[in-house]
């Protein structure tokens, strides 16, 4: 699998003609185009965190429901983290959500959806946003180059919702592109499993939190715990920090005078030799 998207990110960064947002393009898709669904399924969706947690409230299941029924997350021993798949449908490959008149969670369907027929590359890992790019996927399936509706690369974006996606999209990308990975860190199976929790299992990550002691020994506001029992987008802002802080070893959360004192207390009655 990561051989496969390596060599599709060579493909792109040397072929693709690179596109910014005053570009334009000529695209539409509507129900009597010949291709209408067909781009829908045999394709591999990643989900990220904010599609998981989109889809799931449309559906209003919890994300461990939804990950059990719609998901699968393949394995590769050289897999930095954790990812996410959108689980296809019997032979034929198709989206779980798509119906002869279209998607039925459209209003909330995930990021690479809403982009399609555009794509957005980064030039290198751990590339800053200015050497972002865009970049058409004219693939023969689609006919929908075909048709009249001439739009800039823009509009596009806005008209798709996609700004939305990608401002809880750049937290995401923080974690996934760390310094960490860049010189060579690896994650426990621990680590892997905690990273999982906070990124897409986010209901059972709020059991984690709420039903511990964690609020005990970490310095959180009573505003932001109160958010945090009903905003899933504010969770994850917060899961972010805490994957950074207990994970990456950044100072992002704030340990409890008094945990400390215990703590330190605790090694000191360890190391003091006895009689």
């Known amino acids: ?13 040397s072929q693709y003609p690179r596109l910014s947002e005053k570009d334009v393009f000529t695209f539409r898709c509507h129900k009597d185009v010949p291709c209408f669904n067909d781009c829908c399924g045999d394709v591999n969706i990643f989900l990220t965190p904010y599609d998981i947690i989109r889809l799931k409230n449309h559906l209003g299941i919890s994300s461990q429901v939804f990950l ?5 997350s393949p394995f590769d021993q050289k897999q930095k983290y954790p990812v996410i798949l959108l689980k296809m449908t019997d032979e034929k490959k198709k989206c779980p959500f798509n119906t002869e008149d ?8 995930p990021w690479s959806c809403r982009m399609y027929p555009l794509g957005l590359a980064s030039p290198k890992e751990g590339a800053v946003e200015e050497e972002e790019f865009y970049f058409l996927m004219k693939e023969d399936v689609c006919k929908g180059f075909g048709e009249q509706g001439e739009q800039s690369v823009e509009g596009w974006i806005e008209g798709q919702g996609i700004k939305e996606y990608d401002e809880i999209g750049r937290l995401y990308k923080e974690i996934t592109l760390h310094d960490f990975y860049v010189k060579g860190g690896e994650l ?3 680590k892997m499993e905690m990273f999982h929790l906070v990124c897409y299992n986010i ?11 964690f609020f005990d020994k970490f310095e959180i506001a009573d505003s932001l715990k109160e958010k945090l029992k009903t905003d899933d987008v504010e969770l994850f802002r917060f899961g972010c920090d805490w994957i950074k802080f207990s994970i990456y070893g950044e100072k992002t959360m704030t340990i409890k005078e008094e945990v400390k004192k215990a703590k330190v207390s605790e090694i000191r009655t360890r190391s003091t030799p006895r009689e």
């Open 1 to 13: 699998m990561k051989e496969e998207m390596d060599n599709l990110k060579k493909e792109i960064l």
């Open 68 to 72: 059990q029924k719609y998901t699968l």
């Open 102 to 109: 279209g998607c039925s969670v459209y209003a909330d369907r």
């Open 188 to 190: 426990s199976p621990e």
């Open 203 to 213: 209901d059972k990550f709020r059991r984690f939190l709420f039903d511990s002691t």
